[in-house]
Structure formats: structure tokens, C-alpha cells
């Protein structure tokens, strides 16, 4: 599924960067004892462009429906919720919008941030500008190293290979005999940080598993055909990719072209993020597929989820991918956050208080329960499973259905050790 910009800002009603995005009136509230009248300023920063378009689509239209919903309820301890947006493209100019935001916009908290180079800019500006950061995807690691041990303002996604991990142990449980891997994932710090932590954790369950290839297209490439050639000719008993955009789907498509699923298995650790673009007539059974934190179509999900599941669908003519969970559990808990602040000081709290307030904290998001770890990593479940057929939809979905929390497949802690907390870890007992 590739949106352009022009099909993306129609389908947001946004005016173009910069704009602000009205929602209904607040429901009245009573003035709360040292809590401003004026509107929260909340500041959102989507992809809009390229291959991850929809990816930020879907994280921007989880924010307004949480937006909406909390407006009708009487807003953040009364104060109405404003949405401000600029967009997120490459580093050095998604690190100006975000000083804009901060500085002269002067918006209260910003949410966002999808690529791991975004967030190594993003990171370190949110702590000078002693500015809150929740960010959706992007990490501040450099490799699987962190760069900020100890933030203050900055909150950032899960690890970025703990979709691998999950995707090797998946490939261990189903699929069997796997010897022989080859790897196409983006040449940026997630690709690569994926790639390695799959082999790792796989070879503790299959110690003679051992690689035959590696790709590293530039992220945005949409001409797979050489890679696929390349693949081929190395005949890999699996593929292993964390693509987890539009390229999933042109790479998919162009596999189906000449048949490579015939002759291999498969693993696309991240490829739900464009689920309802992964058509039955191209998109084989079998396959290992991740949502990373929603799954849109889970048995178990919550009432919250299921509406939000209907609304979308209704509004947009699609089930929602998971971005939408990380939009909405940002502004989710940077409300609870607020609040829990709040009762503490008895006024509305600064920007390090609610920082603080953060710590910890956990919140019903769409998934479900998900939190901020006291080192401001999120916590939450990953979903992940098998393709099938056998559904009501155009498209593959999974089944069985992993579902597997971030205490399981995450390090405990930014400071240890990937590899040797791999090797102490997996196999996972029971």
C-alpha cells in the first residue's frame, strides 16, 4: 500500500505543516484550582512522504481519535487538547520542526518519531530544549548500543531488534530445518541491528544455522529485482526481513513475480505495518509475520481496541496497523501523566514533573496495557504469527497468534548487554 502526500494530507484533513487541527468543543468542566484556561498544545510529527507515509498516517489518526474522545470528555484537567503538526522527513529537517515547535510554537509535549536516525537527532534536542519527547517508533540507540542512558525529557520506543527476537523464536517453533538464512533489511541502524540479533537468537535454537547473504537496500528503495535474483541464486532454506513499510508490500509483489516463496521460508518481522496491503494473490501461507504492539483482528482484545477497530474502518475504509497504538499510548500517557502530577503539586505541573510522572507509569492504550520503564523505554506485548487464507478479508492475516511482552524479548535494561544477554537468556524455558 503506497499513499502519496497529496492522498495522505486529504485523507487527514491536515492543511500542510504547521497547521493545527480543531476537534469539538470540550465538554464543560469546572476551573480547576492553578490550571490554565488556555488549550494543551501537543505537538505531532508524522511521516507524510515516501514508502513510510502510511506508516505515519496511522500513528497521526491514533492521536486524533484519542484527541476527539478526550476533548468530549472535558479535555486534560480541563483545558482542551490543540494538535499541532510538522512533519518528519530526514534528520536535519525534522530537528528544525521540532525546535520550531518548542520554541515558538511553545506546544506542551511532542509526539512522534518513526526512524531510528530521527530519534538520534530528536533525542538529544528534546534535552537541551528541556523539551518532552514521547516518541512512537524511534529509538536513541546507535547500533544495539544506547547513546542516552539517563534522559529526562525524552521517552522513546521499544529496542529496535526486539522484533527479531521475536521473529527467531517463531522461526524455531514452526519452522523446521531451517539451516541456511539470507537477510534483506534497510541499511540504516534498525536494519542492521535486526539482522544481527535474529542470527543470535536463532543459532541458540539451531546452533548451525549459519547465513548465506546479506542485503542492505537504502530505506526507500522500491526496485527489489536484483536483490530477489540475488536470493535466489543463493537458494537460503528462509528470508529474513524488518521492513515494515510500503516496501514490504513492492517486495512481496515482486517476489511473488518469479515464485521465491515456492522455494523458501519466510520470516517479515515487522511487515503488519501495511497488513491490509498484503493481498492474498501475492502474499502466500506460511509465512512468519509481525504487528509489532496491535493486531488488529486479535480474538483476546479489549473493548477500547474494538471500537477503535470499528471506527477506523468505518472512517477510512481500512483496519487499522499498529501505529495507531503507539500514536495513541504517547498523548495517552502523557495525560495520566499529567494528572498523576497534578495531584501532587496541586497545580499544573512543569514539563519535569510530568517527566517524572512518567516514570513507570502504565495505561489502557488500544492493545491493551502497555508502559514507560523507569529508564523511559516503552513496555508492551508484540503480536506475532503465521499467515493464512482463511479469513474474511482480501488480505493474509495470522493464526496461531504469539502474542509476546517486551519482558520476555527485551533486555532488561539500557546498559546490558545484547549478546551476552542473548546467550544468558534463549532458548526460553516452558
Same mark, same amino acid.
Given at each position: 500500500?503506497?499513499?502519496?502526500?497529496?492522498?495522505?494530507?486529504?485523507?487527514?484533513? &491536515?492543511?500542510?505543516?504547521?497547521?493545527?487541527?480543531? /476537534?469539538?468543543?470540550?465538554? !464543560?468542566?469546572?476551573?480547576?484550582?492553578?490550571?490554565?484556561?488556555? $488549550?494543551?498544545?501537543?505537538?505531532?510529527?508524522?511521516?507524510?512522504?515516501?514508502?513510510?507515509? $502510511?506508516?505515519?498516517?496511522?500513528?497521526?489518526?491514533?492521536?486524533?481519535?484519542?484527541?476527539?474522545? &478526550?476533548?468530549?470528555?472535558?479535555?486534560?484537567?480541563? %483545558?482542551?487538547?490543540?494538535?499541532?503538526?510538522?512533519?518528519?522527513?530526514?534528520?536535519?529537517?525534522?530537528?528544525?520542526?521540532?525546535?520550531?515547535?518548542? #520554541?515558538?510554537?511553545?506546544?506542551?509535549?511532542?509526539?512522534? *518519531?518513526?526512524?531510528?536516525?530521527? *530519534?538520534?537527532?530528536?533525542?538529544?534536542?528534546?534535552?537541551?530544549?528541556? =523539551?518532552?519527547?514521547? !516518541?512512537?517508533?524511534?529509538?536513541?540507540?546507535?547500533?544495539?548500543?544506547?547513546?542516552?542512558?539517563?534522559?529526562?525529557?525524552?521517552?522513546?520506543?521499544?529496542?529496535?531488534?526486539?522484533?527479531?527476537?521475536?521473529?527467531?523464536?517463531?522461526?524455531?517453533?514452526? #519452522?523446521?530445518?531451517?539451516? @541456511?538464512?539470507?537477510?534483506?533489511?534497510?541499511?540504516?541502524?534498525?536494519?542492521?541491528?535486526?539482522?544481527?540479533?535474529?542470527?543470535?537468537?536463532?543459532?541458540?535454537?539451531? $546452533?548451525?544455522?549459519?547465513?548465506?547473504?546479506?542485503? /542492505?537496500?537504502?530505506? *526507500? &528503495?522500491?526496485?527489489?529485482?536484483?536483490?530477489?535474483?540475488?536470493?535466489?541464486?543463493?537458494?537460503?532454506?528462509?528470508?529474513?526481513?524488518?521492513?515494515?513499510?510500503?516496501?514490504? @508490500?513492492?517486495? =512481496?509483489?515482486?517476489?511473488?513475480?518469479?515464485?521465491?516463496?515456492?522455494?523458501?521460508?519466510?520470516?517479515?518481522?515487522?511487515?503488519?505495518?501495511?497488513?491490509?496491503?498484503?493481498?492474498?494473490?501475492?502474499?502466500?501461507?506460511?509465512?512468519?509475520?509481525?504487528?509489532?504492539?496491535?493486531?488488529?483482528?486479535?480474538?483476546?482484545?479489549?473493548?477500547?481496541?474494538?471500537?477503535?477497530? %470499528?471506527?477506523?474502518?468505518?472512517?477510512?475504509?481500512?483496519?487499522?496497523?499498529?501505529?495507531?497504538?503507539?500514536?495513541?499510548?504517547?498523548?495517552?500517557?502523557?495525560?495520566?501523566?499529567?494528572?498523576?502530577?497534578?495531584?501532587?503539586?496541586?497545580?499544573?505541573?512543569?514539563?519535569?514533573?510530568?517527566?517524572?510522572?512518567?516514570?513507570?507509569?502504565?495505561?489502557?492504550?488500544? !492493545?491493551?496495557?502497555?508502559?514507560?520503564?523507569?529508564?523511559?523505554?516503552? =513496555?508492551?506485548?508484540?503480536?506475532?504469527?503465521?499467515?493464512?487464507?482463511?479469513?474474511? /478479508?482480501? /488480505? &493474509?492475516?495470522?493464526?496461531?497468534?504469539?502474542?509476546?511482552?517486551?519482558?520476555?524479548? =527485551?533486555? $532488561? @535494561? @539500557?546498559?546490558?548487554?545484547?549478546?551476552?544477554?542473548?546467550? !544468558?537468556?534463549?532458548?526460553?524455558? *516452558?
Amino acid at each position: 500500500m503506497e499513499t502519496s502526500r497529496r492522498e495522505f494530507l486529504k485523507g487527514v484533513g &491536515v492543511a500542510g505543516t504547521g497547521a493545527v487541527l480543531g /476537534f469539538p468543543a470540550v465538554v !464543560s468542566a469546572q476551573a480547576r484550582k492553578g490550571v490554565p484556561s488556555d $488549550p494543551v498544545k501537543i505537538g505531532v510529527m508524522p511521516i507524510r512522504a515516501g514508502v513510510a507515509a $502510511p506508516v505515519g498516517a496511522a500513528g497521526q489518526r491514533g492521536v486524533e481519535w484519542w484527541a476527539e474522545r &478526550v476533548n468530549k470528555a472535558g479535555g486534560i484537567l480541563g %483545558r482542551k487538547v490543540e494538535l499541532v503538526f510538522e512533519e518528519e522527513s530526514n534528520p536535519k529537517d525534522t530537528l528544525e520542526r521540532f525546535r520550531k515547535l518548542a #520554541l515558538q510554537t511553545k506546544v506542551d509535549v511532542i509526539v512522534g *518519531g518513526i526512524s531510528t536516525a530521527v *530519534g538520534l537527532a530528536l533525542g538529544p534536542a528534546a534535552e537541551e530544549l528541556k =523539551m518532552l519527547w514521547l !516518541s512512537w517508533d524511534a529509538t536513541t540507540q546507535k547500533g544495539v548500543e544506547e547513546t542516552m542512558p539517563k534522559p529526562t525529557y525524552s521517552f522513546r520506543s521499544v529496542d529496535n531488534e526486539v522484533e527479531a527476537i521475536g521473529g527467531a523464536l517463531l522461526t524455531a517453533k514452526y #519452522l523446521k530445518g531451517v539451516k @541456511t538464512i539470507a537477510g534483506i533489511n534497510n541499511d540504516y541502524s534498525y536494519g542492521h541491528d535486526c539482522w544481527e540479533t535474529y542470527q543470535a537468537v536463532l543459532k541458540r535454537y539451531t $546452533p548451525d544455522a549459519k547465513s548465506v547473504l546479506e542485503l /542492505f537496500p537504502k530505506l *526507500g &528503495v522500491t526496485d527489489f529485482t536484483s536483490h530477489i535474483a540475488a536470493i535466489q541464486q543463493a537458494k537460503p532454506d528462509l528470508l529474513m526481513t524488518s521492513f515494515w513499510s510500503g516496501d514490504t @508490500t513492492i517486495l =512481496m509483489k515482486q517476489a511473488a513475480a518469479v515464485g521465491l516463496f515456492k522455494t523458501m521460508k519466510a520470516c517479515f518481522t515487522t511487515g503488519g505495518g501495511v497488513h491490509d496491503s498484503l493481498k492474498k494473490e501475492f502474499t502466500p501461507e506460511g509465512l512468519i509475520l509481525g504487528y509489532n504492539s496491535m493486531y488488529f483482528n486479535y480474538a483476546g482484545a479489549s473493548a477500547l481496541q474494538k471500537q477503535f477497530v %470499528r471506527e477506523y474502518k468505518a472512517k477510512y475504509g481500512e483496519y487499522p496497523p499498529y501505529e495507531c497504538d503507539h500514536g495513541y499510548f504517547t498523548v495517552e500517557s502523557y495525560k495520566a501523566g499529567v494528572e498523576k502530577a497534578y495531584k501532587a503539586a496541586g497545580e499544573w505541573p512543569s514539563k519535569e514533573q510530568v517527566a517524572k510522572a512518567l516514570e513507570g507509569i502504565e495505561v489502557e492504550s488500544l !492493545s491493551g496495557k502497555r508502559s514507560w520503564r523507569e529508564d523511559h523505554v516503552q =513496555m508492551c506485548s508484540f503480536f506475532q504469527g503465521i499467515t493464512t487464507h482463511k479469513n474474511e /478479508f482480501d /488480505f &493474509v492475516t495470522i493464526d496461531p497468534v504469539e502474542v509476546l511482552p517486551t519482558t520476555r524479548i =527485551m533486555k $532488561p @535494561t @539500557t546498559s546490558t548487554k545484547l549478546l551476552e544477554w542473548i546467550n !544468558s537468556t534463549f532458548p526460553l524455558k *516452558g
